[in-house]
């Protein structure tokens, strides 16, 4: 009986694709990564941090992670980071710049497109930085290819002298799947040559070096036309070849296991030749591609016909259920339009902020002010925008609140001139691009309130630590920002700083009333902690006492999760006004103390849930 060869246990692993990276980085020799926290890229850093021998940092923002990288390049050791698609925009500076500079050891950039947008402001298709900055980009389809691809990315940096994009998408990076491992590989970084026509790019120098990008550039495309990352699979159903990269290669295998199709790995520069051959022994090509049309676009430039975009849509994922119908209309068939049958009625579950949540106490306070704009930014706290707060007007981008809210000021006219301009953003965010925005304010004199809430951590992308927690990615003690001295140096009076606690509802109201009063920048910081991370300190927690509550429903209002509506009523007033009523009980397993309910609700029907707890408790709690 033959003995069948398996790969040792312990080389096989199941990893989801950000898993798979971080692996990859590791075995690479890698000696620095850096990166800023961004579903749904956020754990490549986190499972690498865990690795010995590299330096691992989440940087102040991506711009900052990508010249971290850069530098550790310069000196010729292989280095890496990370962000999501929108981290590429604010990142795109140093990586204009380091196309013409080239690098020197491997550097590799794990840019993650969240297609779908399940937790971004938009989807773009990070693609296009491969064509516009003249880098190579490679495509993995699952975990196994993210785990092998960026271990030749960084062979193929070293190789051009170039930095290598990794693009992945949210399914590749939390999709799991067996990934065969290796061990670490350890590179002795060359040192770093004084040459400043390479690596001092004012236009003297960085025009002669312009020719070298295209050579690169050049490079890479003749290595994608023989390389094996880019193959066909045959097909005997030869009526329509798809063209594919990244995850909708295995939506096609699924969809149409008996297609031919030619999947690109090294999908920038396109092999455009190998795609021209490939494209004569179908008689038709269909290029599914998530999410625009940029393959498309290149191949009928180059006169190779093809179908894409006029039959695929341009958002979301390119799924088998998508693709089927898309297919069988392109063949000519008639597919009849899908049965409507009504939705089925649910419970509506939008996103909300966690119970005692600090910021439940800032939208509750913004939701009870009148005359105001509230300029938001990019956080948990952009959930104020919903219900019960509706309490944010704009969001757009990271530290766009301080620029927008400015903005507002400056060109507002008789409508708004007695509207008072709020400024809401967090700790992680403020740092990364709200600073300069807060400069900007003072200096330009505008007449804004900025709520800066700090609850030391990265709260939407898992609890990460920043500057201002005074920790670094592996929970070691670090410098910590003091947010009222660093808003004083940025140009705001000290008198117009303030520090609360956003548990406190009357303090936070009146600090907000006073402060959107005084015509000039102010700052009122808050200070609790998200109350998902280690350093939150729960409280005795609350319950309701069925008898006292009247349904007057202020609590409701405070947003908290731990709040249900048990029951709806109405009443008339004295005055025949009619009002809803809704009667409420806590769940005490969720609650933590934070208090926030107990202000609001008059007939003071909430109380420690402690039964030997009285209602002098609820008094002590008021003051």
């Not at 109350?531 to 947003?559: M, W």
Request: with cysteine; aromatic share 6%; charged share 20%.
């Amino acid at each position: 009986m033959p003995v069948t060869q398996t790969v040792p246990a312990a080389t096989r692993m199941f990893l989801s694709g950000n898993d798979a990276v971080a692996r990859a980085v590791w075995e690479a020799g890698t000696r620095v990564a850096a990166a800023y926290p961004g579903t749904p890229s956020t754990e490549i850093l986190e499972v690498l941090s865990r690795y010995p021998g590299l330096h691992t940092e989440w940087s102040i923002n991506e711009k900052v992670s990508m010249e971290v990288a850069l530098g550790a390049s310069m000196v010729g050791a292989r280095a890496f980071c990370a962000m999501k698609h929108v981290g590429l925009n604010v990142a795109s500076d140093a990586l204009m710049t380091m196309t013409v500079t080239g690098t020197e050891g491997g550097l590799v950039i794990a840019v993650a497109d969240d297609v779908g947008m399940s937790s971004s402001q938009n989807e773009q298709d990070s693609r296009y930085w491969g064509r516009f900055a003249h880098v190579p980009v490679l495509e993995p389809a699952d975990s196994h290819e993210a785990y092998a691809m960026t271990l030749a990315a960084f062979e193929l940096s070293e190789r051009l002298k170039s930095p290598v994009i990794l693009r992945l998408t949210t399914r590749i990076c939390h999709v799991k799947g067996v990934v065969q491992t290796g061990e670490r590989i350890e590179i002795e970084p060359a040192g770093f040559v004084k040459d400043p026509r390479h690596w001092v790019m004012v236009p003297g120098n960085a025009k002669p070096r312009l020719p070298s990008m295209f050579e690169r550039e050049a490079a890479a495309r003749a290595e994608a036309e023989v390389s094996p990352l880019n193959f066909q699979v045959d097909g005997s159903d030869r009526r329509i070849g798809f063209v594919t990269s990244g995850p909708t290669f295995m939506h096609v295998r699924e969809a149409f296991p008996d297609a031919p199709v030619f999947k690109l790995g090294l999908s920038c520069p396109p092999p455009l030749e190998s795609l021209r051959r490939f494209a004569a022994t179908v008689d038709s090509v269909l290029v599914v591609e998530e999410t625009e049309p940029l393959l498309e676009t290149e191949m009928k430039a180059a006169g190779i016909a093809c179908h894409g975009k006029d039959v695929l849509p341009r958002i979301g994922e390119l799924a088998p259920d998508v693709l089927e119908p898309a297919v069988r209309r392109l063949r000519g068939e008639v597919v009849p339009e899908p049965e409507h049958v009504p939705a089925q009625q649910v419970f509506p579950r939008p996103p909300t902020m966690c119970v005692a949540c600090p910021h439940l106490g800032v939208y509750y306070t913004l939701s009870q002010m009148r005359n105001v704009i509230i300029s938001g930014d990019i956080g948990c706290y952009t959930l104020g925008a919903g219900h019960p707060w509706n309490a944010l007007d704009t969001c757009i981008s990271m530290g766009a609140s301080m620029g927008t809210a400015l903005g507002m000021d400056k060109g507002r006219g008789k409508v708004d001139a007695n509207k008072k301009v709020v400024a809401v953003i967090g700790d992680s965010t403020f740092m990364h691009m709200g600073m300069q925005g807060l400069l900007d304010i003072t200096w330009n004199r505008g007449n804004v309130t900025v709520l800066l809430l700090d609850n030391r951590a990265v709260g939407m992308t898992g609890g990460q630590d920043n500057p201002g927690t005074g920790r670094d990615i592996h929970g070691e003690e670090t410098a910590r920002v003091d947010f009222a001295k660093l808003c004083e140096a940025l140009g705001v009076k000290k008198e117009r700083i303030h520090v609360v606690d956003p548990y406190e509802l009357p303090v936070l109201f009146k600090a907000l009333r006073e402060e959107t009063k005084i015509e000039e920048p102010s700052v009122i910081i808050t200070n609790r902690p998200c109350v998902l991370i280690d350093h939150y300190q729960p409280a005795k927690s609350f319950t309701v006492i069925e008898d006292r509550c009247t349904g007057c429903g202020n609590c409701v209002e405070v947003g908290c999760p731990a709040i249900h509506v048990t029951r709806r009523d109405k009443a008339v007033k004295a005055s025949g006004k009619e009002v809803d009523l809704s009667f409420v009980r806590i769940e005490t397993s969720a609650c933590t103390g934070c208090g926030l309910c107990v202000r609001p609700c008059a007939p003071e029907a909430i109380v420690h849930a402690d039964p030997v707890q009285s209602v002098q408790s609820v008094q002590f709690v008021r003051k």
